[in-house]
């Protein structure tokens, strides 16, 4: 189109010179009857001069038809980012250095329940979860100052609502054409349902680890959670005591009233131990059959002998009757104890402290005896 264009003005002037030209000769030939010779040399320069003026005319409107050309396209260009701006199926917004949102999409407003007007008029952190605004705002001034070029940053938002809406965020710089002034392009997905399907398979799985740590008939810590508990506080350069409890002539207890009373008995003597030691700090666990086991860390054979005395005076206190047991009418427990030394380790232990029971047994049962090097 441009190009049929280019010699429009040029051709315009010239016509209109010529046939100009043409009706003045005619006219002064009719009325004088001869024509004078300059009015035929005068046309060229005359014809010269119009094609000159025609030729700028034609610059000039190229011009202007470029230019138009140009705002057409850059209309359609920015149509074309109205419509995929406010019909994308991720937030998003053009946010200034503040973190305040300029422009905002209908997903965006759709996702946090707010208008467009509304958005504006906050800032990011307005809506966004104070533990999670620190660093969205670090990370959003290293981008404007250059040190990255940008982030993604997975936060929580509030909706209108209160409701908290988890989002998958992208930034980046957006320079404005149009002056000095560079803006951050943020886009926003929606990881709510994927965040909640997370949390509850992760609640799941503690779930799943807490039954498998624990005893399935007490309720209280299993041997093998005892074991990982032992290993960690072996470890360390601190003093660590065991007690090993058995409850005195069992079998019998479960022959005198049947194995259904024999599982209660046993849930109430391990209930009882978790509250006579001190959670924070002791664990007892169920090591199997009628045993108990608890680990103190911190706990010097001085401090573990008066714990196994507690825990002692604790069952006599529930006062269980035993018809079947040939040293007390109630139920009686008997307790070895065992410490770390300097060269002791775990299996050591756990055998000195199965010594130190199977001595207490021997030694008519209902007493606590701790463990000595021979």
Known sequence: MLEKMKFKGRITTITL??????????????RDGYIEVFEFFGLPIVLILAWWYGKQYDKLKHLEEKEQLKSKELQNSNKLFKALFDNA?????LIDKDGRPLLANNKLQHMLGYTEDELCAKTFNDFSHPDDSVENMNLLKDLLDGKI????????????NGQVIWGSVTSALYPNLLNDSTYVIGMVDDITERKQAEQKL???????QYLSNQDGLTGIANRRYFDQCLQNEFSQEIPLSIIMVDIDYFKQYNDSYGHLEGDECLKLVAKTFEKTIDPSNDLVARFGGEEFIILLPNTDMEKASVIAKKLQVAVENLQIPHIGSPIHNYLTVSIGISTKEKNSTIDSLLLEADQAL?????NSRNRIEMYCNP
């Open 89 to 93: 199926p991720i937030g998003i917004a």
């Open 358 to 362: 199977y001595q207490a047994k021997q």
């Open 149 to 160: 070029d940008h982030y993604v940053l997975e936060k929580r938002y509030f909706h209108k």
């Open 17 to 30: 010179v010529l046939i100009t030209n043409c009706l003045y000769i005619s006219y002064y030939f009719i």
């Open 202 to 208: 992760n609640e799941a799985y503690q779930t799943l």
